[in-house]
């Protein structure tokens, strides 16, 4: 039973290591689910095809024992498949619940950009509540839970745009980049012997994910951290070249990503390093910009650079 931060740190550097003999190069990149995975969220990862999103979420899954399930979206899968539905049972004359895919542990949700609006929205309870309602009958999900989504952003052919209700309930939104050559010479080396997916065994469980979570909400969060984040949210809304800002929801998940980056360096207190590190990837998918700033080429990661020099600190 994980019980102080040491442990904590251990469990989460198990999980790193292990999904390392998959993916190669990528740590931060994983440290960043495992920091969306210690706060109870959900992550998007968008990057071009080919650059191990789906064998990362799979390799995250492996590591921890517990429940998986992919989703392939595509255009004709329904809510139905995803949410579960309620079938008639002749034996007793009453109507049973089916669960869906999504009642597991964890779910990947590959190319979610591919299925329609209406079953992207299938989603949105479950990703806020933790629970899915079926004819009006509420069904937990088992703990831990988290929604990993992948989306290629160049693919727009045949894709719907996640509307921004379903981006706000995103906790962080991450990206992988090519790996260098070195990088990628040594992947070609790993699979020299076979895939290396097939050999992984769980370094975890869910136990432990759900201890960890526990952890992180009492890692000590300042007054003056507090208004630092306020700060940086309340820049985006006020921005000229913003459309929407960040959101009261992204002030609590800046909050809660910066706890968790904290106790993963092993401190029990939030610094303004932590809350920097954090805002970019927080705070981006969050942040829609006008039309004629997308014309002059500005970026939502440019606003946050400018949030984050204009916004002061705590000393």
């Keep these: ?37 210690a706060c109870r969220g959900h992550a998007l ?48 004359s009453e109507f049973e619940y089916r669960p869906g895919a999504v009642m597991s542990q964890f779910i990947l949700a590959d190319e979610i950009n ?43 052919l045949g894709t719907y745009p996640l509307p921004e209700a379903q981006l706000d309930r995103f906790f962080m939104k991450i990206s992988l980049g090519y790996p260098s050559a070195a990088e990628e010479g040594r992947m070609l080396e790993r699979r020299r012997e076979g895939d290396p997916m097939q050999s992984l065994d769980p370094v975890a469980v869910g136990e432990d994910i759900v201890a960890i979570q526990n952890m992180v909400e ?51 207190f939030v610094t303004p390093d932590d809350v920097i590190t954090m805002a970019p990837h927080v705070l981006e998918h969050r942040i829609i910009l006008k039309q004629e700033a997308k014309l002059r080429k500005v970026t939502a990661v440019e606003i946050i650079q400018e949030a984050l020099q204009k916004v002061r600190p705590p000393l």
């Design 218 to 268: 009492k890692v000590h969060v300042s007054g003056e951290i507090n208004e630092f984040i306020v700060g940086l949210t309340r820049y985006t809304r006020d921005h000229e070249d913003i459309v929407l800002g960040a959101s009261p929801r992204a002030s609590l998940c800046l909050f809660k990503a910066a706890q968790a980056w904290a106790l993963y360096n092993n401190r029990d």
């Design 45 to 92: 990862i968008e990057d071009v095809p080919g650059v191990g999103k789906t064998s990362m979420v799979s390799a995250l899954a492996k590591s921890v024992d517990g429940s998986f399930k992919r989703i392939q979206f595509t255009p004709d899968i329904m809510p139905s498949d995803i949410t579960g539905f309620s079938a008639f049972n002749p034996q007793n």
């Design 1 to 37: 039973m994980i019980e102080t931060t040491e442990q904590a740190v251990h469990c989460l550097r198990r999980v790193l290591y292990n999904v390392e003999k998959v993916i190669v190069g990528k740590r931060y990149a994983i440290e960043l689910v495992l920091t969306t995975l």
């Design 114 to 156: 591919r299925t329609s609006p209406k079953t992207q929205s299938s989603l949105l309870e479950v990703m806020e509540e933790n629970q899915v309602t079926v004819d009006g009958k509420s069904h937990p999900v088992p703990e831990p839970f988290v929604v990993l989504a992948t989306q290629n952003p160049v693919e727009y």
